[in-house]
Structure formats: C-alpha cells, structure tokens
C-alpha cells in the first residue's frame, strides 16, 4: 500500500512541480520517492526478520527490523539535506512561478493520502510491534506537516504573489533531517542493548514473586533480538530448608509460564537461602545497613555466612547504579565499616550494576 500510494503521489506531485516552477513540490515528490524506497526496503526486512533460527543465528533473525528502521532513517536524512540544498538555491536565485489550482488540488490530495498512512502503518506497527513500521508511520506523519507547509507556502505565493516557495522548502527540510535524526536515534538504542521498560521488568517480577515459595528474585536480565523474541534469565531465592525437588519442580513451571506470557525463552537460576538461622538473619542486616550508611540507593543479595573459629566470612553480591562513582573504593569502605564494630567479620563482596 506505501510503495503504491508514494509512486502515485511522486508522479502527481512532479508534474505539479513542473508546470508550477515550484522547487518546494518538486522536492517533496522526490520526498514520496524516497518514502516509496524505504516501503521496499521495509518489506525486504520484514521478510528477512521472519527467516527462522539458523545455525549462524540461533537466537533468529528478528533484530533485521531494527537494521530496516536505521536504513529508513537514512534515506529520511538523505532526502532532507537534498531539499535543503534545492531549497537554498531557490531563496539565492528565485525563479517565477506559474501557481494553479490545480497544484493546490493535488497536494491537497496528498496530505489525505499520506494522513491516512500513516494511521495505517501505525495501526499494524502496534499490532506486531514493528520498530520498521512505526518509522515508516513517523516518515508519513512528518510528510503530512511537510505538504502542509507546502501547500500553505503556494496558497500564500498564489494570492500575494510573493514567493516562500523556498523558506518553505529550507523548513520541510529541516524537518525531514529532525525526525530521520528521531527514527535513527531511537532504533541504534535497542541495537546496542537497550534496557527493558520498566513496565515489563516490574510485570515479570510480579509474575515471578506470586508464587508460594519464591522469597525474592534478582539479577534479572532481559535480551531483545527482535520485536516479540526475547531471552529472560534471573536468580529466583527459595528457602534451603524446602526440599529441593519441590523447588526445582516449581521453577520449572515458572519458567514455563514466563515462556507463554511473554513469548520468551526463559532460564531460572535456583538460589537457596537460610531463612531459619536467627545469626545469619541478624548479620544481613548488619550489612544491610552498613551499606545504607554508605550510600541509599546500594542494596545486596546472595547473602551467605560461612563460620569459622577464628573469623566469619560474609559473602555476598552489591547491585550499584550506574550513577555511582566510588565503585573502585567500595569493597575496602565496607570491610572498614564492618571491622570497625567486629574485627572477626570478613566480606567478600562482588560488585555488579543492575541490567534492568
């Protein structure tokens, strides 16, 4: 439907362009050129990300749409900075126009056609959660404001006759070269590993903690390859007195469940932890607090003591954020603090930061 409604648009729009003298309209058709380009090269990518898992990649192809949207955006940039150079020389060397109504009609005609796409590619993006298809909705969005411009430009010049034809080519420019920036921006972010939305994080943890048995979870991870294929792995606690086979029995079924609720792959690391020595309870939150001392936003998990005659290991993880700046000096400032109210009390702490 894009790449039939683009070509229609570009052969109207250039003939309008040509017998109005008009350098906005013709840059704008070459605008719905670009669009009927990047409807092709949004079909050849959805077709590439449904190819199923292979040997070379195991985890699919679906990250070909992110590749789709960049190359999209690309053209989008493309097509701006050439209406901007046209546009630039029309405002330098002006040259008469021959406006009519005809030209008015069709960009008219365009700003409903285009209005209507991008309703459409919006509408199926959301369907099947199309990075490729909303970029393509975004494209269609921006041409509406685009002709819009245009159009209000050769209205203006038609009945004043003063010429805006550039400035208003130099603004659709600048407003094409803004949003392929957008498109670009926010594709290149889930390509590099974005983080997951923290709706889904907290829905996955309400999922996982509304079982009986679960104590808490950590070390959520949550990989994308693709809209609708993901990977989730995390670190689900139960109490070391349950009977392991119950335990595993039920993280079986919860990796089962996560699997249908969120097409996903799914991988449950079982954490055991002693929820019934009353010395282990008291030293976690001994460290708890020391750690709180340090800094609020710290927080800890994985927490075992190994007891010994002459001294006692505390072993654990710290989760910081990625805004905290005394990474490097941490595990020595927590082993003070701890020394400083028993000398017999040995950390082993990790340091890790948070994937969600």
């Known amino acids: 439907m894009g790449l039939v409604a ?89 040259a008469e126009k021959a406006f009519g109504l005809i030209s008015v009609i069709i960009l008219i005609a365009s700003i409903v056609i285009k209005l209507w796409l991008a309703l459409f590619y919006k509408n199926i993006g959301n369907r099947i959660h199309s990075a490729a298809l909303w970029a393509a909705a975004t494209d269609s969005r921006n041409d509406v404001i685009c002709t819009s411009v245009v159009l209000a430009s050769t209205v203006f010049g038609w009945l004043t006759e003063i010429s805006v034809d550039g400035y208003a080519g130099t603004f659709v420019a600048v407003f094409i070269m803004w949003s392929g920036f957008s498109v670009l921006r926010d594709t290149i972010s889930p390509l590099l590993g974005q983080a997951p939305e923290q709706d889904l994080v907290c829905d ?50 919860i990796e089962r469940e996560i699997m249908g609720k969120y097409n996903a792959v799914a991988c449950i690391h079982m954490d055991p932890v002693d929820t019934d020595d009353e010395r282990v309870k008291a030293l976690r939150l001994f460290v708890e607090e020391v750690l709180a001392a340090i800094d609020q936003s710290l927080t800890l998990h994985d927490f075992r003591v190994v007891f010994g005659e002459t001294h006692t290991n505390l072993i654990f993880d710290v989760v910081v954020p990625f805004h905290y700046k005394k990474t490097k000096d941490l595990c020595e400032e927590v082993q003070r603090r701890v020394w400083d109210t028993d000398p017999q009390l040995f950390t082993v702490a990790t340091i890790e930061n948070s994937y969600t």
Not at 34 to 44: C, E, H, K
Not at 223 to 235: K, V
Request: net charge negative; proline share 4%.
């Open 6 to 94: 683009n070509l229609l648009l570009f052969s109207v729009k250039l003939l309008a362009g040509l017998l109005s003298s008009s350098v906005a309209i013709i840059a704008d058709a070459f605008n719905n050129l670009s669009d009927a380009g990047s409807s092709i090269v949004t079909l050849v990518g959805l077709r590439m990300a449904s190819t199923p898992p292979d040997k070379e990649h195991p985890f699919g192809h679906g990250r070909m749409e992110y590749v789709t949207a960049v190359v999209i955006a690309i053209m989008i940039l493309f097509a701006g900075f050439e209406l901007a150079k046209s546009s630039i020389g029309e405002i330098l060397n002006p």
């Open 204 to 253: 996955i943890k309400e999922t996982v903690l509304a079982h009986d048995g679960i104590i808490g979870i950590h070390d959520l991870i949550v990989h994308s390859y693709g809209p609708g294929n993901r990977i989730i792995s995390l670190h689900a606690e139960v109490s070391s007195s349950e009977d392991m086979m119950r335990s595993h029995d039920l993280i079986d079924r």
